[in-house]
């Protein structure tokens, strides 16, 4: 079955305070280097039948009514991944 991925990241204006979090933890932990973190969502989503452009248009909608809030957060990337 095809699966479709669909990446969701706060706005650059939120504030992302689990990314902040993770980036405060990483010196800590030896992992040095690292500027910035931003934490998103990952959303893998099978798909019965062919992804056509008409599929993916609706799994964008549905990502940007559904998978996502879209006053903080905004749909980057919708991937297709063959099975």
Known sequence: MPRVVVHVMPKPEIL???GKAVA???PRLGFE???????????ELEVEGEI???VLASLR????TLLSN???EDVVALEVEDA
């Open 16 to 18: 992302d305070p689990q």
């Open 24 to 26: 405060a933890a990483l």
């Open 33 to 43: 280097g690292i500027a910035s973190v931003r934490q998103g969502k990952r959303f």
């Open 52 to 54: 056509t452009d008409e």
């Open 61 to 64: 909608e549905a990502a940007t």
């Open 70 to 72: 879209p006053v903080i």
